[in-house]
C-alpha cells in the first residue's frame, strides 16, 4: 500500500474520533468567552483546533505504524524479558512464560534465578558495562540464560536470551576432554 494511501486512512480514523471534536469544542469556547465575553462570538476558534487535532494525530498516528507490530514482537519470543525495580521486583513482564511466572509466583530476578546473588539489576549492568555476558540459570523454567540489562527511567530492562543448547553442549564436551585426559 503508498505511503500515501496509508496516510489517509490515518486520516480517516482520526476524522472519526469524537475526543478531537469534544477538545476542539472546549477550546473554542474557551477562546471566544476570554477574547469577546461571549461564547460563539467567531467559527474560527472551533475549525482552527480541530483541523490542527487532525493533522497531528494523523501525522503521529503514520509515523508510528509500525512501531506497536514491533513492540508485539516481545510478547511472541520464547525468552521472558522484564522491567524490575532496583531491588529486583518484576514491575512488567513480557515473552510466552509471562503466565506461568505469575501462576508460580515468581515476582523476582532472584526467585527466577533461584536465589543466585548475581540477579541483581545493578550487578548485570556493572558486568554488562566491564564487557561480560552474564549467563545464569533459572531452576524455574530449567533454562539457561545470557542475561542482558540497561537502566531505564522506570527502573531496569532485563531480557534474557535462551544458551541452553550451548550450555548443555559445552558440559558434553567438558565431559569428553576430561575422560580423554
Known amino acids: 500500500m503508498s505511503k500515501i494511501a496509508i496516510f489517509l486512512r490515518c486520516l480517516m480514523k482520526e ?9 476542539s469544542l472546549v477550546v473554542g469556547l474557551l477562546i471566544n468567552f476570554l477574547q469577546s465575553g461571549m461564547v460563539f462570538y467567531s467559527w474560527v476558534p472551533f ?3 480541530v483541523v490542527v487535532q487532525i493533522l497531528t494525530r494523523a501525522w503521529l498516528s503514520y509515523r ?35 503466565d506461568y511466572l505469575k501462576n508460580e509466583g515468581i515476582t523476582d530476578l532472584s526467585s527466577f534465578f533461584g536465589g543466585d546473588s548475581r540477579a541483581d539489576p545493578r550487578n548485570l549492568s556493572e558486568a554488562m558495562k566491564s564487557g ?3 549467563e545464569m ?15 531505564s527511567m522506570e527502573g531496569w530492562m532485563i531480557w534474557l536470551i535462551d544458551v541452553t543448547d550451548r550450555q548443555q553442549l559445552d558440559r558434553r564436551l567438558e565431559s569428553r576432554l576430561y575422560r580423554c585426559g
Do not use: Q
Open 15 to 23: 476524522l472519526l474520533n469524537p475526543v478531537i471534536y469534544i477538545i
Open 47 to 49: 475549525s482552527v483546533p
Open 64 to 98: 508510528n505504524r509500525n512501531n506497536e507490530r514491533l513492540m508485539s514482537i516481545s510478547s511472541e519470543r520464547e525468552e521472558p524479558s522484564f522491567i524490575c525495580d532496583v531491588k529486583g521486583n518484576f514491575l512488567v513482564t513480557s515473552g510466552r512464560p509471562a
Open 132 to 134: 561480560l555476558v552474564v
Open 137 to 151: 540459570e533459572s531452576p524455574v523454567l530449567n533454562r539457561y540464560f545470557a542475561v542482558r540489562s540497561r537502566e
